[in-house]
C-alpha cells in the first residue's frame, strides 16, 4: 500500500460508531484534499473490518455505495449503529 491510502485507512479507523465523514473530509484530513474520488477507490477495496468503510458518506449527504452489500447494506450499518432500526 501507499502512503496516501494508509493515511486514508488510518482516518477512517478513526471514525466513531454512529458517525460518519464524507469522502472529501477524509480526503483533506489524508492530505489530499481535492482527492475525494480516490478516497472511494481505495475504500472500495477494503475488506479490513479494522477499517469501517460503510461510514464514509458522499458529501450531498447521499449513502453510496458500499462492496459489502452495496448502498442498502450500507445504510442499514449505519443505522444499526445511530440505533435506529
Do not use: W
Request: aromatic fraction near 4%; glycine fraction near 10%; hydrophobic fraction near 30%.
Amino acid at each position: 500500500m501507499n502512503d496516501f491510502t494508509n493515511r486514508v485507512r488510518e482516518v477512517v479507523s478513526r471514525i466513531p460508531r454512529g458517525k460518519t465523514m464524507t469522502y472529501k473530509e477524509v480526503a483533506r484530513q489524508a492530505g489530499r484534499p481535492l482527492a475525494h474520488r480516490a478516497v472511494g477507490n481505495i475504500l472500495s477495496k477494503n475488506y479490513d473490518s479494522k477499517v469501517p468503510c460503510h461510514r464514509v458518506i458522499r458529501s450531498d449527504g447521499q449513502i453510496g455505495n458500499y462492496n459489502r452489500g452495496g448502498a442498502e447494506q450500507k445504510a442499514k450499518l449505519l443505522r444499526l449503529e445511530q440505533g435506529l432500526k
